[in-house]
């Protein structure tokens, strides 16, 4: 068992309070490493991470090669396109052909939910969500809660309110249950077209009205309205959905002082968000980015670092 | 900082024989108080020592100039702090005082699993061209220092590496010694050497523990 107390990390709500910390502790050390000449560590020489990735990505592809090739792992990048899962392979004998390299961590992005969760009984190296369907990313929300508490100093107690298409994010999924083990009361702000089946039993609360929620947050996070997984028209137009939930200069006035604009990115810039905002001072979204090398490292650190 | 002369009376045991305090035989930092074993340096004596660390390495260094002083977490760093104290208070020197966290440069971790990572923490000027002396509470297997040299090499050159510690308690396993020495503790290799220091654990004190211990040996 690892020092996280789990062997993979396929949900966000498999850390408890202490591994989470830990994580989070973690990367702070791996971001002051990042300002040093040599941005290298031996930590795991020797070790083979695989980044298989099934949907399209840039940044948490790159993100997970950089924090690996940062702690001197052996990475070898697999795209479903090009690759021979575009002759027919399916996600088992993928699998079994990553075990027979010998593979140590498995690093997995696909578009059905619970591919990493049935992975994860495939292969002897550690599984790590990069994102799979509509259901979890779990490292997304712990950089997201990194940087809160880099901003705010503390998790316990903050007011986040989670903005736009709770529906289709995993991101908003992840960090819901991440910010609840660590104390924080989130607010999910959507049209109630956008907003799945069941929310009522999550443990945070719903709003439809984004104006009343904005002047009482410490954090607010828009997330992407996923046009290429929306098969029905959940919202009339996207004027009509960006006047009612984008994120405007005069909504960022709204809000108290100190509170922060997070955006895991990437934007519809003019939906959700207006350029105005994601490139003004208030906004994190850049800094997530950077963020999100120091989280992978300390992932990848506690779950690879150790005994096996 | 001032008063260590009056506080040491000459007739305090530098090795004690007091019988095993504690029936607990718990590893966690927390329960230290309460391990047994052999009590072998007291507050006093572990003042002293600082004291003549001190001493020796104004001496060896020929005034500590363009000297910075590296402590290894956990009790490393209280250490290299209270060098660089007691340096300033003789010579008036403020000697630059940092941490440095070998966590990640340790070969072990797949033997004994990731422990947490502690504060790397450099003086702003870096480390290039200056004497770096490392401070550690206990020399050990040389291990540590090893990843020590190799966490030096990655953040700078400096112009002479040196290595004091508290105790070195023999059974090293590679080509390493240190420089300056507080007192040298035979051991048994099944035996363990426990440092307490006020600012980690409460008080000053240094036993030596019959058990193996899990961790926290250099």
């Known amino acids: ?308 | 900082m001032a008063h260590r002369a009056a506080t040491n009376p000459r007739s305090e045991p530098v090795a004690s024989s007091d019988p095993p305090v504690g029936a607990s035989g718990q590893s966690n930092d927390q329960a230290l108080d309460h391990s047994p074993g052999k009590i072998i340096l007291r507050a006093a004596d572990l003042s002293r020592i600082v004291d003549r660390i001190a001493h020796q390495i104004l001496e060896k260094t020929g005034g500590a100039r363009d000297t910075i002083l590296l402590g290894i977490p956990t009790r490393g760093a209280p250490l290299a702090r209270r060098l660089g104290e007691r340096i300033e208070a003789f010579e008036g020197i403020r000697v630059p005082v940092g941490t440095l966290d070998v966590t990640l440069y340790r070969d072990d971790l797949r033997l004994r699993g990731t422990r947490a990572i502690g504060p790397t923490d450099l003086p702003v000027a870096g480390i290039d061209g200056q004497r770096v002396i490392l401070v550690d509470d206990v020399l050990f297997s040389g291990r540590t220092i090893r990843a020590a040299l190799d966490a030096l090499a990655d953040l700078g050159r400096p112009r002479q590496v040196q290595l004091a510690v508290l105790v070195d308690r023999g059974h090293r396993e590679l080509p390493i010694r240190a420089d300056y020495v507080g007192k040298n503790i035979p051991t048994a290799m099944d035996e363990s050497v426990r440092v307490l220091l006020a600012e980690v654990d409460g008080t000053d004190e240094v036993r030596i523990v019959g058990q193996p211990q899990g961790r926290g040996q250099a």
């Open chain 1, 1 to 308: 068992m690892t020092s996280l107390g789990v062997r993979h990390l396929l949900s966000a709500a498999d850390l408890d309070r202490a591994a989470a910390t830990a994580v989070l502790d973690t990367a702070t050390e791996m971001a002051a490493m990042s300002g040093r000449e040599v941005k290298k560590l031996p930590t795991l020489r020797g070790r083979t991470v695989v980044n298989l990735f099934y949907e399209d990505s840039t940044r948490t592809r790159i993100s997970f090669e950089a924090a690996a090739k940062r702690l001197s792992a052996d990475v070898i990048n697999f795209s479903a396109k090009g690759s021979s899962v575009a002759k027919g392979e399916s996600l088992k004998d993928t699998a079994l052909t990553l075990q027979a390299m010998g593979a140590d961590a498995v690093i997995v992005r696909h578009p059905a939910s619970g591919a990493p969760h049935r992975l994860a009984n495939w292969v002897a190296g550690a599984v790590i969500n990069a994102g799979d369907g509509t259901h979890e990313h779990p490292t997304q929300a712990l950089l997201d809660a990194y940087t809160m508490r880099r901003h705010h100093g503390r998790i316990e107690g903050l007011k986040v309110a989670i903005v736009g298409d709770v529906l289709h994010s995993r991101v908003a999924r992840s960090n819901v249950h991440l910010l609840h083990t660590l104390g924080a009361h989130v607010t999910l702000v959507a049209p109630p077209t956008l907003l799945p089946v069941g929310v009522t039993s999550w443990p945070a609360d719903v709003s439809y009205d984004l104006d009343a929620v904005l002047p009482n947050v410490d954090v607010v996070m828009m997330l992407r309205v996923q046009r290429e997984r929306m098969t029905d028209s959940y919202f009339p137009s996207q004027r009509e959905y960006a006047r009612r939930y984008g994120l405007d200069a005069q909504r960022v006035r709204a809000l108290p002082g100190h509170a922060i604009v997070m955006h895991p990115g990437p934007m519809n810039r003019g939906m959700e968000i207006t350029p105005e905002v994601a490139d003004s001072e208030r906004s994190t979204i850049v800094e997530q980015v950077a963020n999100g090398v120091s989280v992978r490292m300390a992932v990848l650190y506690h779950l690879l670092g150790g005994a096996k």
